[in-house]
């Protein structure tokens, strides 16, 4: 650092010092010298930040690791300094250009105007500082984009003599990006490309590229899949070492292969499924033991074996996080030849397996698990409905077998249910598309004991794993592992939700402090509405209400599973921190202990966590644009629908059996003025007095979907 020699103004300086400690508490890790100055620039001197930052170590308030990180010494009777309204958090970006900022630290989100900004993009990490508050929200400013949340974009590629550049498709992009004129030659003058930015450059100035792929002729369907993808920051191909590297894993498993691990090859061992998946992560095994006992083995598709960490699919699992699954393509975390085909649990295929193997009594208790290697060879792959109609009508293929599992998993979730469980019904929406990708049905997926049968064992699976996982920590062991969390729900938004269950006539009442009453009241509540028109909006609400589970290395147990230990463990061929805790459970099963860096892995927790949001995104919305898509073709139709938000300008309506939402505009709910009642939400006509409130029950008329907006119109019917 450099040394300022000239006297120091105090006032100004004890007013640099808390700036910076302020900052260097909302940047955590990205905390360094440079990027202090960089960020500072137009405020204040480098001597300035130097001389202040030498104040904050000599005082023992910071000190600067190997790395060159600057770490707050949280310890320090300074620890409870305000940050002068500087924080750190995602950007929530608004079609009109303004953005929400949501911070972990802070209830409600920050509100950013169109005018403060500063080009920031949907996803972004920033520094925003709160310039005002009112009763409503605290409003702010961007200071700073931390880290960008989208690489990738589709556009239009120029290329002239000189210069070629992309320009971005999409609202609120105001940026071309420059692209190396040798590189842009090779593809098409015009073309519709996918870009990523390899460098932002300074504030201001466009950013630098290279052009990753050229689209063909693409639908505006097709092409609104792959910019929900893209702009959700996953990638849309593999790179070319993924791929090479990918194919020359050999399809068949080996005996030397099979060596050391237990064989279950001639175990009755079967896949559930829906009908029309193709990667199978799961097989379960079954058969009768001694003294009358049951053996159950959860057989999971041994990814840590092919994907070795590091190498170059790993790596590119690591940066996707997750498949992404939308209503008509999967975009994978692994190539097709791993995720559907080497890894894959295929029927009368031998496959390497990581299996959780436990043994039931005669009451349905676990008397012994397994954990252990595997080799499997399935000798059925059943869909959910064939499972189901065995279970219902009590015939079919293994039918015995099945029965004895469904009556032991019925027993896992009644004790699980008893100990605090909170029981979601997860409705989906589902489509059936002809061979363009058009919607030709819509309809809702609901659960029944199938799903629920396999849904039982994987939780318990991911349970066992993460209680044996957590031994890497216990006593004075300096090991991590990677944790499932889910943190009790905030006091505030359990009040919110039984207000607006109160709307639709459910009077419930929640107690924060006692987890088991809160459980119960919505799993009572849940039952009350199953069926009725609400159920699915009061179900979102409820979800809404709860905190957002993630991973970490810091256990805090799993709140809405009412379990201690949790952790994923069961899916690794769709989810990179399932295979994180493949790796970490083998070399605990080979070595008793795992020499692992807590920082990074906590890093690549965060990450995990960060794609599976994005890919939830990138989900909603795809199934809104597939309903929008429909309802294209079903202008005029009648509904039967539920209102679920009173605003100034009409109510938004939920249409039941399509989960859809529509808005009905002020104007369509009749010829008369309607006065808006902020206090109780509620419109209510001048002349006849009639009023609109969350809960009224309605038939609407769909008279306008626009796919741009991805709005629907509704009037009253």
């Given amino acids: 650092m450099k040394k300022k020699h000239k006297k120091k103004n105090k006032a100004k300086g004890e007013k640099t010092e808390v700036i910076l400690l302020?900052?260097?508490?909302?940047?955590?890790?990205?905390?360094?010298?440079?990027?202090?100055?960089?960020?500072?620039?137009?405020?204040?001197?480098?001597?300035?930040?130097?001389?202040a930052l030498e104040v904050?170590?000599?005082?023992?308030?910071?000190?600067?690791?190997?790395?060159?990180?600057?770490?707050?010494?949280?310890?320090?009777?300074?620890?409870?300094?305000?940050?002068?309204?500087?924080?750190?958090?995602?950007?929530?970006?608004?079609?009109?250009?303004?953005a929400y900022i949501v911070c972990e630290d802070l209830e409600r989100d920050i509100y950013v105007p169109p005018r403060h900004v500063r080009g920031v993009l949907h996803g972004d990490e920033v520094l925003v500082q709160i310039i005002s508050k009112d009763k409503k929200r605290p409003e702010g400013r961007i200071l700073e984009i931390i880290k960008r949340g989208q690489e990738s974009f589709i556009g239009k590629l120029f290329i002239n003599n000189k210069k070629a550049y992309v320009a971005p498709e999409g609202k609120n992009i105001r940026f071309s990006i420059n692209i190396p004129l040798e590189q842009a030659l090779q593809f098409r003058n015009h073309?519709?490309?996918?870009?990523?930015?390899?460098?932002?450059?300074?504030?201001?100035?466009?950013?630098?590229?290279?052009?990753?792929?050229?689209?063909?002729?693409?639908?505006?369907?097709?092409?609104?899949m792959k910019m929900i993808l893209v702009q959700n920051g996953f990638h849309t191909t593999f790179p070319d070492a993924v791929i090479k590297e990918a194919v020359a894993i050999p399809q068949t498993v080996t005996e030397k292969e099979c060596k050391g691990r237990l064989d279950y090859r001639d175990i009755l061992t079967f896949t559930i499924d829906p009908v029309d998946a193709k990667d199978f992560d799961d097989a379960i095994s079954f058969r009768k033991v001694?003294?009358?006992?049951?053996?159950?083995?959860?057989?999971?598709?041994?990814?840590?074996?092919?994907?070795?960490?590091?190498?170059?699919?790993?790596?590119?699992?690591?940066?996707?996080?997750?498949?992404?699954?939308?209503p008509d393509r999967v975009c994978p975390m692994l190539p097709e030849h791993l995720s559907n085909i080497v890894c894959s649990l295929r029927p009368n295929e031998d496959k390497l397996a990581f299996?959780?193997?436990?043994?039931?009594?005669?009451?349905?208790?676990?008397k012994d698990v397994t954990i252990a290697k595997t080799v499997i060879c399935s000798k059925?792959?059943?869909?959910?409905?064939?499972?189901?109609?065995?279970?219902?009508?009590?015939?079919?293929?293994?039918?015995?077998?099945?029965?004895?599992?469904?009556?032991?998993?019925?027993?896992?979730?009644?004790?699980?249910?008893?100990?605090?469980?909170?029981?979601?019904?997860?409705?989906e929406v589902r489509f059936r598309l002809d061979d363009s990708g058009t919607p030709l049905e819509l309809y809702i997926k609901h659960r029944k004991d199938a799903h629920l049968l396999i849904e039982d064992l994987m939780l318990l699976a991911n349970e066992t794993i993460a209680r044996y996982g957590s031994r890497l920590t216990a006593g004075k062991k300096k090991g991590a592992f990677v944790y499932r969390v889910h943190d009790k729900p905030?006091?505030?938004?359990?009040?919110?939700?039984?207000?607006?269950?109160?709307?639709?006539?459910?009077?419930?009442?929640?107690?924060?402090?006692d987890p088991a009453q809160v459980a119960s009241t919505i799993n009572a509540l849940m039952k009350k509405v199953?069926?009725?028109?609400?159920?699915?909006?009061?179900?979102?609400?409820?979800?809404?209400?709860?905190?957002?589970?993630?991973?970490?290395?810091?256990?805090?147990?799993?709140?809405?599973?009412?379990?201690?230990?949790?952790?994923?463990?069961?899916?690794?061929?769709?989810?990179?921190?399932?295979?994180?805790?493949?790796?970490?459970?083998?070399?605990?099963?080979?070595?008793?202990?795992?020499?692992?860096?807590?920082?990074?892995?906590?890093?690549?927790?965060?990450?995990?966590?960060?794609?599976?949001?994005?890919?939830?995104d990138a989900e909603r919305e795809a199934i809104r644009y597939k309903q929008v898509e429909y309802l294209a073709g079903k202008i005029g139709n009648e509904y039967d629908g539920i209102v679920t938000g009173v605003i100034v300008r009409g109510i938004f309506v939920e249409m039941t059996e399509l989960l859809c939402e529509g808005m009905v505009p002020v104007e369509n709910l009749g010829e008369e003025d309607f006065v808006y009642d902020e206090r109780k939400l509620t419109l209510r006509g001048t002349r006849s007095g009639k009023r609109f409130q969350m809960g009224d029950r309605l038939r609407v008329r769909v008279t306008a979907a626009d796919l741009d907006t991805r709005r629907v119109t509704l009037e009253l019917a």
Avoid at 24 to 33: H, P, S, V
Avoid at 355 to 366: L, N, Q, R, T
């Fill in 22 to 51: 302020n900052i260097i508490q909302a940047l955590g890790e990205k905390a360094t010298y440079h990027n202090l100055v960089a960020l500072l620039a137009d405020d204040m001197h480098e001597d300035e930040v130097a001389e």
């Fill in 56 to 98: 904050l170590i000599e005082n023992s308030i910071i000190t600067i690791d190997k790395k060159g990180r600057i770490i707050y010494n949280s310890s320090n009777s300074q620890k409870d300094t305000p940050r002068k309204n500087i924080y750190r958090g995602t950007v929530d970006l608004t079609p009109g250009g303004a």
């Fill in 191 to 224: 073309s519709k490309v996918i870009a990523r930015v390899t460098d932002w450059g300074k504030h201001g100035e466009h950013p630098t590229g290279e052009v990753l792929e050229q689209l063909g002729s693409l639908s505006p369907a097709d092409k609104e």
């Fill in 290 to 326: 001694e003294d009358g006992n049951i053996e159950i083995g959860v057989h999971i598709a041994d990814v840590s074996h092919y994907v070795k960490e590091n190498s170059a699919i790993d790596k590119e699992a690591m940066l996707r996080g997750t498949s992404v699954y939308l």
């Fill in 355 to 366: 299996s959780v193997i436990f043994i039931f009594d005669k009451k349905k208790e676990i």
């Fill in 380 to 427: 059925r792959r059943f869909t959910y409905e064939q499972v189901q109609e065995i279970l219902e009508i009590g015939k079919g293929e293994f039918a015995e077998e099945l029965n004895i599992i469904h009556s032991i998993t019925k027993h896992i979730r009644h004790k699980r249910m008893k100990a605090g469980a909170i029981a979601f019904e997860k409705e």
């Fill in 490 to 513: 905030d006091p505030f938004k359990l009040e919110q939700f039984a207000a607006i269950a109160a709307r639709y006539g459910y009077n419930i009442r929640f107690d924060a402090n």
């Fill in 530 to 616: 199953k069926g009725r028109p609400e159920e699915h909006v009061l179900e979102q609400m409820a979800i809404r209400s709860m905190a957002k589970a993630h991973y970490t290395t810091n256990n805090i147990g799993h709140y809405g599973l009412a379990m201690t230990h949790y952790t994923h463990f069961t899916s690794p061929i769709r989810r990179y921190p399932d295979l994180m805790v493949h790796r970490l459970i083998y070399e605990m099963l080979q070595h008793g202990h795992v020499k692992v860096d807590r920082e990074e892995l906590e890093e690549r927790c965060k990450l995990s966590s960060l794609m599976e949001r994005k890919a939830m």
